[in-house]
């Protein structure tokens, strides 16, 4: 079955910086890559996703890429602000259908 | 209300009691699914529904029952749980199985004593 590695699992950043957020999957079958962002106490709510047929996408601040030949994909934060600060989830999956996601990473940004 | 709400927000409970986890859509989704979230692990999948039919059970124990009554409404029954069974159960539905987005509730944090 599908396993998705994510790295790191804590970041620290000073605002304004870049964040970088890295994971791998197993099953070169799967097809679609999304991101989730968990702030304290509250729900994950999905911020950008990304299918195999495309290798880049970007909205505002953020931007994920995707190198099917390596199996990964990364999810990029500019100009980090203190809201940023959230786990992130990313997730690989087969046409939408039963999600895998990786462990997390806590991403704090300082002021 | 919209979304998808979850209840109870928290819950204690013995290894013998029997209790009941309670998810609502109010998106019109067709699929619905219990996740558990424990510290530091990733979400697990445990049941997905689809048009009220069971499509995935990721070799959950028996002492987790879910209940799809109609395409709205989600239960998790709960009986002689484990301490190692705490966590925060996250309900979540989507347009489709196959539709990417999953729109999750805010969870039910369960402690098992």
């Known amino acids: 079955g599908e396993n998705v590695e994510q790295h790191p699992s804590t970041l620290s950043v000073q605002e304004g910086d870049s964040a970088v957020i890295k994971c791998t999957y197993s099953?070169?079958?799967?097809?679609?890559f999304p991101w989730y962002k968990q702030e304290l106490g509250k729900r994950p709510q999905l911020i950008i996703d990304?299918?195999?047929?495309?290798g880049e996408k970007k909205d505002q601040r953020i931007a994920v890429t995707l190198n099917k030949t390596a199996k990964h994909f990364s999810l990029h934060i500019t100009e980090t602000q203190p809201e940023d600060s959230a786990v992130y989830f990313c997730?690989?999956?087969?046409?939408?259908?039963?999600?895998?996601f990786g462990p997390g990473t806590r991403l704090s940004v300082l002021p | 209300e919209t979304g998808v709400t979850q209840t109870p927000r928290h819950l204690v409970m013995g290894m013998t009691n029997k209790k009941s986890l309670k998810c609502e859509q109010h998106?019109?989704?067709?699929?619905m699914y219990w996740y558990k979230q424990s510290a530091k692990k990733p979400l697990e999948l445990m049941f997905v529904?689809?048009?009220?039919?069971?499509?995935e059970n990721n070799s959950v124990p028996s002492r987790f029952s879910p209940e799809c009554p109609n395409s709205s409404h989600l239960f998790l029954h709960l009986h002689t749980l484990q301490p190692e069974d705490s966590a925060l159960y996250l309900c979540?539905?989507?347009?489709?199985?196959?539709?990417?987005?999953?729109?999750f509730g805010e969870g039910s944090r369960l402690t098992v004593l």
């Open positions: 979540a539905s989507s347009q489709d199985w196959s539709t990417g987005e999953l729109f």
């Open positions: 099953d070169s079958a799967s097809n679609y």
């Open positions: 990304i299918r195999s047929n495309v």
């Open positions: 997730a690989a999956s087969l046409y939408g259908q039963n999600f895998v």
């Open positions: 998106l019109g989704h067709n699929a």
């Open positions: 529904y689809s048009l009220e039919e069971r499509v």
